[in-house]
């Protein structure tokens, strides 16, 4: 099974990218990006790859990390990760640029066109940027927008600055600002956009049928010279992992993912391609610590003693290691004298009667929130709310909720427990955005000036040593504090048929589309 180096190296080596000009070729003539070592690729054919769900809009606005399998496809990025040599790379930018991490140049590749002919310049750009700012296209970029501004230099350079330095700001070239679409397209189409989109990409839609599958041809005027390889790419919408996986297996797709780390294990000895990718964070449960109930340390403590970490795995994640620290244990990043609070039910039945008797309580009801539409999620909380529940004096009552109506909990402060995904990134930021005080991706209220000072290290510091010293006392505290307690350390891993190359795996569920090719 390939397994990706772990995510230490990862920041070590983005930081040295970061403070190194990203080098493209000469404007005449742009090449394609770094491919993945495992042959020579070659022009022409077509897959099919299938997905947990479609999107039902196609505008750049709503392009980030989760959306990154069509961004890529139809706009491409300003900025790629190039998982196999841990860098990034130029791809519609020609190259980006900065001395101290607070000031940057980004450069455009001569001659870039849209695919309506117009130019894709650093007008475009501006363009683009300035529009994610209206607060009803409900961008993802939100974050960066508010620390940033820019000028256009001239009509190939923009000069970006950031609030404070941060060297992090690659990612945001690659996700949430990275996709331009056509400014006159915008205009011209108004709300068709969203489904007529037109931008710069590798790939042009070919056929659409929102909520099953989209079909993309091959654009012969993508600025990168000789990509993409493939002439067609048709992402299929099928739900559930096993499905995706028996698809695979009779050929019905060539490409498909999941977060389900077993099925890399059963595929590998198949002679799949398993290409898993290393993730800050996991699947745990997650508290308000603004809740005037779930604020008490001691009745948190008293749940995480109840929680038993590997009767759960053994339950829901057969064969996968049960998380007992924020970072695995074979992460460079972990302190391994700290971990979680550990299973001890009397212990847990202890803090809990401190805390009845210093309340003046007999009893305490609580709710824990998980995922309605996941049925994993459903089995999950049920076995969460089974193990918290054997403390005597506490019920705790398991809600399975929509996806919008959890993240309008989140977002407003009114839950007390809940089963979520936390971080779920390739990207330090989202570490730094999930557990920094006043972080907008923070619902948890957690506020620990150790973690905040530690975060601003792996931001700010082009120091690998220091970098990698912040990332022990991060995972330290965070697994000593507690605010999310994984049970699932999160690998999505790509998996792919024999006749499939060039996957460069790229966070939630993707591959870099421009840089598949086929051998048959």
């Known amino acids: 099974m390939r397994v990706g180096r772990r995510l230490s190296r990862m920041v070590v080596a983005l930081v040295a990218a970061s403070t190194v000009a990203a080098c493209g070729s000469s404007a005449a003539e742009p090449t394609g990006g770094s491919v993945p070592n ?33 961004c890529a496809a139809l706009y491409g990025t300003l900025a790629r990760y190039s998982f196999e ?20 140049t980004l450069k455009l590749r001569s001659g870039t066109k849209f695919t309506d002919g117009t130019p894709y310049d650093a007008e475009a750009v501006a363009f683009n940027w300035e529009r994610l700012k209206d607060p009803a296209l409900l961008s993802f970029a939100g974050y ?49 956009f969203a489904t007529e989109p037109v931008g710069a990409g590798p790939f042009l839609v070919d056929t659409w049928v929102p909520g099953s599958q989209i079909q993309l041809k091959r654009n012969p005027g993508y600025v990168e010279k000789g990509l993409p390889y493939l002439d067609r790419i048709t992402y299929a919408t099928v739900v559930q992992d096993d499905q995706r996986v028996n698809a695979l297996r009779a050929g019905q797709v060539d490409l498909t993912a999941t977060f389900l780390k077993r099925f890399g294990r059963e595929l590998q000895p198949e002679g799949y391609g398993v290409h898993a990718i290393p993730l800050f964070g996991g699947t745990g449960l997650g508290f308000n610590l603004k809740d005037p109930i779930i604020g008490d340390p001691d009745l948190r403590q008293a749940l995480l003693h109840a929680f038993n970490a590997p009767q759960l795995t053994a339950a829901a994640y057969p064969g996968d290691e049960p998380p007992d620290a924020f970072f695995p244990k074979d992460s460079p990043n972990r302190d391994a004298a700290v971990t979680y609070p550990k299973f001890d039910l009397t212990e847990a039945q202890r803090l809990f009667d401190a805390y009845l008797a210093k309340t003046g309580k007999t009893s305490l009801n609580l709710e824990m929130l998980t995922y309605s539409p996941a049925p994993i999620m459903k089995q999950v909380g049920e076995v969460v709310a089974a193990q918290l529940n054997k403390i005597n004096g506490l019920h705790v009552e398991l809600k399975p909720t929509e996806n919008a109506v959890i993240g309008r909990l989140f977002r407003e402060g009114k839950f007390q427990i809940s089963v979520h995904a936390s971080v779920i990134s390739q990207s330090p930021v989202t570490v730094y955005r999930t557990f920094y005080t006043g972080g907008d991706l923070n619902v948890y209220g957690y506020s620990n000036p150790k973690v905040d000072a530690a975060l601003d290290t792996t931001i700010h510091s082009t120091d690998a040593n220091e970098v990698a010293a912040a990332w022990k006392v991060v995972g330290a505290e965070i697994s000593k ?33 421009e840089l598949l090719w086929v051998d048959k």
């Open 85 to 104: 040599d841990q860098k990034f790379e130029p791809a519609m930018a020609e190259s980006f640029e900065s001395s101290d991490g607070k000031v940057w």
């Open 481 to 513: 504090d507690a605010p999310n307690r994984l049970f699932a350390y999160e690998q999505d891993v790509i998996l792919a048929a024999k006749h499939v190359h060039g996957v460069n795996p790229v966070t939630l569920y993707a591959a870099s589309p």
């Open 38 to 70: 495992d042959g020579t690729p070659r022009q022409g054919g077509e897959l099919t790859m299938s997905r947990l769900s479609q999107l039902n809009s196609l505008d750049s606005a709503l392009c980030s990390s989760s959306a990154y399998y069509i």
């Open 144 to 192: 960066w927008l508010a620390q940033m501004t820019w000028k256009v230099v001239d009509p190939l350079t923009l000069e970006i600055t950031l609030a404070s330095t941060n060297y992090q700001f690659p990612w945001a070239l690659q996700y949430d600002l990275g996709s331009i679409a056509s400014p006159a397209a915008i205009k011209a189409k108004g709300e068709k």
